[in-house]
């Protein structure tokens, strides 16, 4: 494990509980959730760029929803069978299974979705007791669930049951922003793709999806893209160097010139992968040149929308020839970093921590005050000045 992984473990045990006893309090107020929104300048940078401002990524709320539906399935799907069914008094009990076939969702629109079960895809309805109700969550299923489904006839079913999520990525829902929207579940790693040029390379943005991956127990993995426009190759390595030093994983790859392509198909295999990055940075390119098929699965996926009547697709989980897959949506773009608090941010720079003991002020931010431990490190080389540049840029952003 890096000393990043152990300090981040750390430090969100500590954030889980803090965050376990908030939810608890407010839940007692019986107040919604409260919405936070990115302010100050960095905000103005993010706007720029269309990102939604009530974007956010978090797992809160998680268990009730399982809960919720893994009862509400359990007994619809055990109406009828004697001693079958989980009581609803007794949710964890989880050895019993509804019947019928496991699948996963590789893509949901309203009341539909469309499963795959061992390669064959199937356009699903959703069980009428299961429902989003008193969950916290706008919608049932989401893109990566595991699901029970029950075929009807030879080319569509009925989703009986959602199995228990390992994690999920949740934003505000669009329409009731005190709900949220599970966008993919059961995801291993995002991908972090970013470009060197065009657009330009931009380590905040890296530095803000790290954080909110580690947050979501999701691994990072960095990928900079287009380096076939690299001049200086010591410029490229003075940008990456402070990811190395974190332990974090970084593959430099050019699509058009097929550089780096073997080794971030072996990054993908076999698990399932979150895309994440600005549009323009080459992920449909990247995608091109690991799978060649992909298009024509992308495109297959698209002509099935026609068949249902509601094709609001919110994102879409295309699996690769060579095992695994990627979850490309419109959401994981915009993620922000969900209930962090600034005075947490700079636990979420395992580099900074240690030196913030030796700050004059015990509430130093870091940012102005005199006798700052940090900013020394800074000046003297030990941290980044990049990723010392992410900590203020990001820090404006958060809520106190
Ligand atoms: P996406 O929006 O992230 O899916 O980006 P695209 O895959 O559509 O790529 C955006 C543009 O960047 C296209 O014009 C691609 O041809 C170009 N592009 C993608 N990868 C590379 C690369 O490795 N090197 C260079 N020079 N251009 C690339
Ligand atoms: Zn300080």
């Not at 199937?122 to 990566?144: D, K, M, Q, Y």
């Not at 297959?300 to 949506?329: M, N, Y």
Request: include cysteine.
């Amino acid at each position: 494990m890096t000393d990043y992984s152990k300090e981040m473990k750390k430090h969100l045990r500590t954030q889980k509980l803090r965050k376990a006893s908030k939810q608890t309090k407010r839940r007692q107020k019986t107040k919604k959730p409260r919405r936070k929104d990115w302010i100050g300048d960095a905000f103005n940078e993010f706007d720029e760029l269309e990102f939604e401002t009530v974007e956010r990524v978090m797992p809160r709320g998680e268990r009730e929803r399982r809960r919720t539906v893994e009862q509400i399935a359990s007994t619809s799907v055990n109406k009828g069978q004697n001693d079958k069914g989980r009581s609803p008094q007794d949710p964890d009990n989880s050895t019993q299974e509804p019947e019928g076939l496991q699948g996963q969702v590789v893509e949901v629109s309203t009341g539909l979705c469309r499963v795959d079960l061992n390669g064959e895809n199937i356009l699903c309805s959703l069980r009428g007791s299961l429902t989003a109700a008193e969950t916290g969550f706008t919608n049932v299923v989401a893109v990566g669930d595991r699901v029970i489904v029950s075929k009807n006839g030879s080319t569509g079913g009925v989703v009986e049951a959602i199995l228990p999520r390992e994690n999920i990525l949740a934003r505000p829902d669009v329409f009731y922003s005190h709900l949220r929207q599970v966008v993919v579940a059961n995801a291993d790693q995002v991908l972090i793709v970013t470009s060197w040029r065009d657009p330009h390379i931009w380590p905040e943005l890296i530095d803000r999806y790290l954080i909110a991956s580690h947050i979501n127990d999701l691994t990072p993995v960095i990928c900079v893209n287009k380096v076939d426009l690299v001049e200086e190759q010591t410029e490229l390595q003075a940008v990456i160097q402070p990811y190395h030093d974190l332990g974090e994983m970084v593959i430099l790859t050019s699509a058009s010139e097929g550089i780096g392509i073997g080794q971030l198909r072996e990054m993908l295999r076999d698990r399932t992968t979150v895309l994440a990055g600005l549009s323009g940075v080459g992920k449909s390119s990247l995608l091109n040149a690991l799978d060649s098929n992909i298009q024509l699965r992308t495109k297959q996926v698209s002509a099935q929308k026609g068949e249902g009547q509601h094709t609001t697709t919110q994102s879409t989980l295309i699996p690769l020839e060579f095992g695994g897959s990627v979850v490309d949506t419109p959401g994981i773009r915009e993620f922000g970093l969900a209930d962090v608090y600034r005075p947490d941010l700079v636990h979420h720079f395992p580099e900074m921590v240690r030196f913030i003991n030796a700050c004059q002020f015990n509430n130093c931010t870091h940012l102005i005050e005199p006798g700052c431990a940090l900013r020394k490190a800074v000046a003297s080389g030990h941290i980044a000045k990049s990723r010392y540049h992410s900590y203020e840029k990001i820090y404006t952003t958060l809520p106190d």
